[in-house]
């Protein structure tokens, strides 16, 4: 690798400034916001990516399919950028906000907010790298030990990354380390910073390329301490947001992607599903007997998903296509279920295996991911065969998709499609997609079809019902799904350490701009659960913004409220505390949609000035009023929980105990109890006690208030 070198000013503009760099490369930076700027680097020979699928500043359209040339300015406010230089320093300011000073002479930036406190700062010694031989791009940045850092999307272990090296490269993890395991599904190279002195920032890095991100992990002794992000053969291409708040930085990011769609209110409701009832012999009767039983026990079930196994042959599963065998009147079956007042979702995959009834037709018109010399279906391992990704970058495959998913789902009484292992990894060097027209290899567009795959759907579907708000969900994606789609932890292990570890991948997905999140209730691989472990786990999700109860387990046992009679009425008791509580979950939606901010957070993101709230835990808020203090140890009778400073007091939200704030509580914990506390000033929506799986509709029965005096 080479550093950029010495840079000289080329252009000034209106809104920023072009630098020369030795070799015929541009070094571009730009303020487009009073608190964001964007700095990118072109080599003499063009962009590696030229396009862009993640940038859709709202308010503004979507991007257009075949992407957003990178060099777009359309939708920001680029407000006037004073520029001065002086002793080789380049300085770039607006007034009352963001200023940026450009040491020349060996490219480093400093990052400072409107007050003109440094926010970040490049490492000075050597900041840009480039790599001809690789394509590889490095970009340094001082690093203070005190600093913390977040984001990255699905992220496992501790909230504060400070101390690790991360990947952002999606695989299919089932059974992934919940501590310590690396890469998961999603490609999301955002990070989210708190300095040494508590300013925020936030750090996007516009690539579909795999990242390297360390974060204190790499030493080196001509150094000063520092982080960084290498880039495998993309762009860089980064916008640098600045905050008073961790909550004013993530509303920047997410409004520069788009935004977050609002699904309908059905899909806030506890969800079923279980690959063992799918993959059943008798899999029609067994669902038959499923909504039978659920009516009978009077547990609320807004909706279920169906697994793969409606479409296999033995373990192989193809998609768009129904094992008649297994269910040999779905449409009656699903009509049965709509009756019962559930709603369902299919899963869907983008993968035809090399026996599928369809692959042929998709090969002839050149469908699939392919070699790049020979043009032929690159065929990898998937679902116990071989089989060939499909291109969601030809216009083709896209209206086959959407054609097959109206005939062999929608049009079968199903209403969502569940965007399912498009994790795409796909290991061929010579494999490549159409690009819409300008091929793309397929190391930078792997997360691309993901995306792409789950706007297919969400369109389908918006065009199948144009009347009703549209749900989907999918596993992979990069920035951008969340205007599209709900997203999960992925195929997690039972065990009590997944449950806790969850805790946290949950709220660093929501801190990385994904708000409609959750988990596998009771753990998808591995053993089954016990009664204890069962009912915890029900209790931690049960306030998440996605409640699905999944599993695929080698006895053969499924996650469903009564796999534990004696426990079953601890487990329904946590769902009907998650509609009791719906109007205030539907009001957090609806601000996740409006004004970008995560359903659920860590207490710091509401309390960033209370130290405590830094530490490791267990706890997270519902919205800004609701602390939710999970139970996660076995045999626990009692548990700690730091209520924090800043409201007068909280207050129990079961027995209405007033708590003092800013103090450790000893809390006793039955089986059946949920730690929920309420801060003082709060007013909180709750429904009436309906019956049925409607429940997610129940009108609001009354606010109550957490009173705010002493």
Not at 343 to 370: Q, S
């Amino acid at each position: 690798m080479k550093t950029f070198g010495a840079a000289s000013v080329s252009a000034t503009h209106p809104y920023g400034v072009d630098l020369a760099l030795p070799g015929g490369g541009r070094f571009s930076i730009q303020l487009l916001e009073p608190t964001m700027a964007r700095v990118r680097f072109k080599a003499a020979g063009g962009y590696r990516e030229p396009r862009t699928w993640a940038i859709a500043p709202q308010p503004g359209p979507d991007v257009a399919w075949s992407g957003r040339p990178r060099d777009a300015l359309d939708g920001f406010a680029l407000p006037p950028v004073r520029t001065t230089q002086q002793n080789g320093q380049l300085e770039l300011q607006i007034e009352g906000g963001l200023s940026i000073q450009v040491q020349l002479d060996r490219l480093a930036l400093t990052w400072r907010d409107q007050s003109r406190n440094v926010v970040a700062e490049d490492r000075s010694t050597s900041a840009y790298f480039h790599s001809e031989r690789s394509g590889a791009t490095r970009h340094y940045l001082q690093r203070n030990r005190a600093e913390r850092y977040y984001g990255l999307g699905d992220k496992t272990g501790p909230l504060n990354l400070h101390g690790r090296r991360l990947r952002t490269l999606a695989l299919d993890s089932l059974g992934y380390d919940p501590q310590q395991g690396d890469p998961l599904y999603k490609h999301w190279p955002f990070v989210l910073s708190r300095n040494a002195t508590g300013q925020w920032s936030g750090i996007y890095y516009d690539t579909l390329a795999a990242c390297t991100f360390d974060l204190g992990c790499e030493h080196d002794n001509y150094h000063e301490l520092f982080r960084y992000v290498e880039i495998d053969d993309g762009d860089l291409d980064y916008y640098m947001m600045v905050g008073n708040s961790p909550g004013e930085v993530i509303a920047q990011f997410v409004r520069l992607i788009g935004g977050t769609h609002l699904p309908p209110r059905w899909s806030l409701g506890f969800a079923q599903t279980a690959m063992g009832l799918a993959d059943a012999p008798d899999a029609q009767a067994q669902l038959d007997a499923f909504i039978t039983r659920i009516g009978q026990e009077g547990i609320p079930c807004s909706s279920f998903h169906y697994g793969s196994g409606y479409s296999s042959r033995g373990k192989r599963r193809y998609v768009f296509t129904w094992n008649a065998s297994k269910f040999p009147d779905p449409k009656s079956l699903n009509a049965r279920f709509q009756a019962a007042g559930m709603r369902l979702v299919a899963n869907i995959k983008p993968c035809l295996l090399d026996d599928h009834p369809a692959f042929e037709v998709v090969k002839a018109h050149g469908g699939f991911i392919h070699h790049a010399a020979t043009n032929s279906p690159i065929l990898e391992q998937f679902w116990d065969g071989e089989g060939a990704h499909l291109d969601f970058t030809r216009t083709g495959v896209i209206a086959w998709w959407q054609q097959n998913l109206r005939a062999q789902v929608l049009d079968y009484g199903i209403d969502a499609g569940w965007n399912d292992n498009n994790e795409y990894a796909i290991m061929d060097d010579a494999a490549a997609c159409h690009g819409f027209g300008q091929t793309l290899p397929i190391h930078r567009a792997r997360p691309l079809h993901a995306l792409l795959m789950t706007r297919a759907s969400f369109e389908a579907q918006a065009a199948h019902r144009p009347d009703e708000p549209v749900f989907t969900v999918t596993r992979g994606g990069p920035p951008g799904l969340q205007r599209y789609a709900q997203t999960w932890t992925g195929d997690n292990t039972t065990s009590w350490e997944t449950l806790r570890w969850n805790i946290r991948t949950g709220l660093q997905m929501s801190l990385s701009g994904m708000f409609n999140v959750g988990h596998d209730v009771g753990g998808f691989a591995g053993p089954s659960p016990g009664p204890e472990l069962f009912v915890r786990w029900v209790q931690a999700c049960c306030l998440n913004p996605r409640m699905v109860m999944n599993s695929w387990k080698a006895d053969g046992t499924n996650n469903v409220p009564w796999l534990h009679p004696e426990v079953t009425h601890h487990v329904a008791a946590a769902i009907r505390l998650r509609y009791t509580l719906m109007p205030y979950l539907w009001q957090l939606f609806e601000r996740a949609h409006r004004l970008h901010e995560p359903i659920i957070r860590p207490t710091f993101y509401d309390f960033a000035d209370d130290e405590r709230c830094f530490d490791d835990c267990d706890d997270f808020m519902l919205g800004d009023a609701l602390l939710v203090a999970p139970v996660v140890e076995p045999g626990a009778t009692s548990r700690t929980v730091y209520l924090p400073k800043g409201p007068a007091a909280w207050f129990d939200f079961h027995t209405g105990q007033r708590l003092a704030a800013g103090v450790v509580h000893g809390i006793e914990v039955a089986l059946g109890t949920l730690p929920l506390f309420a801060r003082a000033g709060a007013s909180v929506t709750v429904a009436t006690a309906g019956q049925g799986n409607n429940r997610h509709n129940d009108p609001v029965g009354q606010i109550r208030h957490f009173p705010s005096g002493t």
